[in-house]
C-alpha cells in the first residue's frame, strides 16, 4: 500500500456551490468541498471520508433529509441557528458538536442576522454512494 501524501489547501481556493439547487430549489445550503474525492481541486483521501464547509445566510434552510449510509459530524464555526436532528431541534452555535448518525433526519435553519458556517465532516461506508432521501 503506497502511503498517503501530505497535502493541504486554504478555504479561498474552493469556490462555493449549491450542490440541491436542481432537485431542491429551497434547499439553500452553500458547500465548499475542501476533502472529497469527487470534486476537482479538492484534496482526496479513500472516498470515505469527506469535509465540507456549508453556509446558509439568514433566512435560508437546510431541508429535512437523512442519508441511508454515511455519519455526519458537525461542528459550528459562526452565526446561528436551529439544527433539527431526529425529534429534537437544538440552537447551533460556534463550538457546538453533533454526531448524526446514518439514517438520522436533519435540517438546519438560519434564524439569526448573519451567516451561518458550519463543518461537516461525512463518513460514508466503503464503496457506497452518498445517498440523500429528502423529507420535504
Known amino acids: ?49 469527506s469535509l465540507n464547509l456549508t453556509r446558509l445566510d439568514p433566512g435560508e434552510r437546510h431541508l429535512l433529509h437523512f442519508h441511508k449510509t454515511e455519519t455526519i459530524l458537525y461542528y459550528v464555526l459562526q452565526g446561528q441557528a436551529k439544527l433539527t436532528l431526529g425529534e429534537k431541534v437544538i440552537e447551533a452555535r460556534p463550538g457546538v458538536a453533533a454526531y448524526v448518525p446514518a439514517g438520522t433526519n436533519h435540517a438546519v435553519f438560519n434564524d439569526g442576522a448573519a451567516p451561518f458556517l458550519m463543518a461537516a465532516f461525512v463518513l460514508r461506508s466503503r464503496g457506497k454512494e452518498l445517498t440523500t432521501e429528502w423529507l420535504e
Not at 432537485?23 to 484534496?43: F, M, N, Q
Request: glycine share 6%.
Open 1 to 49: 500500500m503506497t502511503p498517503s501524501k501530505a497535502r493541504s489547501l486554504t478555504e479561498t481556493d474552493i469556490p462555493w456551490q449549491v450542490p440541491n439547487q436542481a432537485v431542491r430549489p429551497a434547499d439553500k445550503t452553500k458547500v465548499k468541498a475542501l476533502i472529497s474525492e469527487d470534486v476537482p481541486g479538492a484534496l482526496g483521501l479513500d472516498g470515505r471520508v
